[in-house]
């Protein structure tokens, strides 16, 4: 089997062309550029960049109604862009599979908000995904067109700034043949009038229920047993900082976690003496765990609802140990600026020369601000 060293971007790339992707859409932007950026190479599938996600999520949404296996990619800021298709979608379900890559920023490292994008998918009742390494992120990218498609609806695949760029070994596979699905006119299901959505109301509701029964026995879902004083129910990147901060600890990690697995959870929780709950960002899990009845030992409460977490900080919040890991060297300070070459250069140039201001948008606009532009 032959292995490869690959970015969780990169990995998702391989993985839309080892599951039969057809097309893939996608609008540009930190932690998630690379993914379509590298999908390009191969030439079976269609990929292409939008104007904006929402125009990327409805050229997706086209193609998975008429059969293919769609995959489209934005950061977490551009899924609130196309929130309105994605929500009408997930009424209406799918025909080919389609997996929506939420990437989001914990940290800001790139971004104007560090919001928790398994809300949305917890918010629309999709399925989600959340990979801990590059080897997950690629095959999660075939479990998402599976559940997709077994039960009719979109399904978010959730990575992080650390998952979309850090590298681990991946063994690559061998494409799956491309195939399309039978188009069928169905007004009923795909013309969301009120009068069908309200009978497509109840369909959603009954396949989150058949989701939470896939949520309880999927093997994505998985017990690591070790010493039961200590047991963490952990998903995506905290996993990793899960396993280098506790080695000896029992884990629950969560791959599937939109349903969780609530009766797993209990079971889990009733057999170690404290649980702990470790998720970046929003306590999504630890609300819905400790609402179901269960008890938590530590969660948010102990650790942050902001930035990344790392294994020292786990560390400190469980078992009390202060790290004592040497400040880094000062370094000169390097503001990001824009590209040599970038079009955007010469207009704000000639804003400034003029003593002229602008209000800006998203993204690389916002370098304007900065010397020696300073024209936003």
């Keep these: 089997m ?33 993914i379509l950026e590298n999908i390009a190479q191969w030439k079976e599938i269609r990929a292409q960049w939008s104007p904006n996600e929402k125009v990327a999520l409805e050229v997706a949404i086209g193609a998975s109604i008429a059969g293919a296996r769609t995959l489209v990619a934005m950061k977490h800021v551009g899924v609130n862009v196309a ?68 039960f009719d609806v979109p399904v978010m695949l959730r990575t992080t700034t650390r998952i979309s760029h850090s590298k681990t070994l991946v063994e690559l596979g061998e494409p799956q043949a491309r195939t399309l699905k039978e188009y069928k006119k169905d007004v009923r299901k795909y013309v969301a009038v009120p009068a069908n959505a309200k009978v497509r109301t109840g369909v959603k509701q009954q396949r989150l229920l058949e989701m939470a029964e896939f949520s309880e026995q999927t093997e994505l879902n998985r017990i ?11 998903s995506g990147i905290a996993y990793q900082y899960v396993k280098e901060a506790l080695p000896e600890a029992s884990v629950l990690k ?12 209990a079971d889990f ?30 969660g948010k409460a102990e650790l942050s609802r902001v930035g990344e977490y790392s294994p020292s900080m786990i560390r400190k919040a469980i078992l009390g140990e202060d790290s004592t890991a040497q400040a880094p060297a000062a370094v000169p300070v390097r503001p990001p600026v824009l590209c040599p070459g970038c079009p955007h250069r010469g207009p704000f140039y000639a804003l400034r020369k003029n003593r002229k201001r602008v209000t800006g948008d998203i993204g690389c606009y916002t370098l304007g601000a900065s010397a020696p532009l300073e024209s936003i």
């Design 2 to 34: 032959t292995k490869a060293l690959l970015t969780g971007n990169e990995a998702i790339a391989r993985g839309a062309y080892e599951y039969g992707v057809s097309v893939a859409t996608a609008y540009p932007g930190t932690p998630s550029t690379e």
């Design 83 to 150: 929130a309105d298709p994605l929500f009408t979608f997930t009424y209406t379900g799918v025909n080919g599979g389609l997996v929506l890559v939420s990437a989001d920023d914990p940290g800001l490292h790139s971004s104007q908000n560090e919001q928790d994008n398994r809300t949305y998918a917890r918010f629309a009742k999709m399925g989600l995904l959340e990979p801990a390494d590059s080897q997950e992120a690629k095959d999660m990218v075939g479990q998402a067109l599976m559940i997709s498609e077994r």
């Design 224 to 234: 690591e047993w070790h010493d039961k004083r200590v047991g963490v129910v952990a």
């Design 254 to 265: 969560l791959g599937f976690t939109n349903p969780i697995p609530l009766k797993k959870i």
């Design 269 to 298: 929780a009733a057999q170690v003496e404290q649980l702990w709950v470790i998720e970046e960002l929003d306590p999504l899990v630890e609300e819905q765990i400790r609402a179901a009845g269960i008890k938590v030992s530590g």
